[in-house]
């Protein structure tokens, strides 16, 4: 079945320091990968949807510049939070999709990150 | 812009209960529909999904239908276990963006 792995798991920075997050995709390709976040207060915010060969869709509220992702192949996918500050905590989430047509996204276990 | 609502923010059962947890979703076109479920530590988990109207989608007992007349994707077992216990997220998507997540029903399962 689809595997999709991410790391750290937890981590925690000082405000106003970045974190990189990184989602490996294996036993598939994952040609679309979609980065959430997901807070106590909130369900999943979608912050980006990255298509290989294609340009990353950014949500409103997130910006490239504040969450610049990067996907360079079919079996990984990472993103930053530069800056980080007490609104960025959360369980950070990465779900994959398998080929192209494909709508199901399958998840990472995420990545917490807490800022201090 | 297309969003799903479940209506329970807490559903709390007993085993060998009936378990309905409500999904409507408002969107142009034909959307899948999908839910996923969540156990605490863990991303969520892929259950089934449906794209078309009426088509059912199911497993682990669980099951869903589209129902396009009442924008509805209902989802239902017939007799839960304490281990279903977890968080159950119905969601809507397409070929071209991610899925939009409703806000969750959290599902505790006494034994």
Same mark, same amino acid.
């Given at each position: ?11 925690? @920075? ?8 990184? @989602?490996? /995709?294996?036993?598939?390709? /994952? ?52 800056? /980080? ?8 989430? @990465?779900? /994959? ?20 | ?111």
């Amino acid at each position: 079945g689809a595997l999709v792995y991410q790391y750290p798991r937890r981590t925690i @920075c000082k405000s106003g320091t970045s974190m990189r997050m990184e @989602c490996q /995709a294996v036993g598939f390709q /994952a040609t679309s990968v979609a980065w959430y976040r997901q807070s106590p207060q909130k369900t999943f915010e979608l912050i980006a949807l990255s298509t290989v060969n294609s340009a990353i869709k950014y949500e409103q509220n997130f910006t490239q510049e504040k969450f610049p992702i990067s996907h360079p192949n079919l079996s990984f996918s990472s993103m930053t939070v530069l800056n /980080a500050y007490l609104e960025d905590r959360g369980l950070y989430l @990465c779900g /994959a999709r398998v080929g192209l047509s494909a709508e199901t996204l399958y998840f990472g276990s995420g990545t917490r990150l807490t800022v201090l | 812009g297309d969003s799903v609502t479940q209506t329970e923010g807490q559903v709390a059962l007993s085993e060998e209960d009936f378990l309905t947890i409500h999904c409507n979703y408002s969107a142009s076109g034909y959307p899948a529909l999908f839910w996923y479920v969540q156990y605490p530590g863990e991303g969520p988990q892929f259950l089934f999904r449906a794209s078309r109207d009426k088509e059912k989608g199911s497993s682990r007992g669980f099951e869903a239908t589209y129902d396009k007349g009442t924008t509805s994707f209902h989802l239902r077992k017939a007799s839960v276990q304490e281990s279903d216990s977890a968080v159950y997220y119905c969601a809507l998507g397409d070929n071209n963006n991610a899925p939009r997540f409703g806000a969750g029903t959290k599902l505790s399962v006494k034994p």
